[in-house]
């Protein structure tokens, strides 16, 4: 099992910055690859960015492409989102998702609780 944590959320006004951090708790955090997905109402949840599990291989939606950073501490257990520019259309509950294999769609096996991001124009 793994637990996973998201913190970091807020209000913030377009063009700001908000950094998400996911901590994890539980079986060895370096084994899992991590994804950042995100949930506005009345849609899917869609994919973010994702880490391999050593953190040398990152994959980004084209949506955030060169907006957003993800990257990972495994002696920290954490892994971040870094979001510069943001959008009124990034607004959105944010989750952080673990699993062995590193997916681009929500395979993952494990989620967290999510975090609130609201972008006002």
């Known amino acids: 099992q793994v637990q996973l944590v998201e913190s970091g959320g807020g209000l913030v006004q377009a063009g700001g910055s908000l950094r998400l951090s996911c901590a994890a708790s539980?079986?060895?955090?370096?084994?899992?690859?991590m994804g950042w997905f995100r949930q506005a109402p009345g849609n899917e949840r869609e994919f973010v960015a994702a880490?391999?599990?050593?953190?040398?291989?990152?994959y980004y939606a084209d949506s955030v492409k060169g907006r957003f950073t993800i990257s990972r501490d495994n002696a920290k257990n954490t892994v971040y989102l870094q979001m510069n520019s943001l959008k009124p259309e990034d607004t959105a509950a944010y989750y952080c998702?673990?699993?062995?294999?590193?997916?681009?769609?929500?395979?993952?096996?494990?989620w967290g609780q999510g975090t609130q991001v609201t972008v006002s124009s």
């Open positions: 539980g079986r060895t955090f370096s084994r899992y690859a």
């Open positions: 998702a673990a699993d062995p294999i590193l997916y681009n769609s929500p395979s993952y096996d494990y």
């Open positions: 880490i391999s599990r050593s953190g040398g291989n990152t």
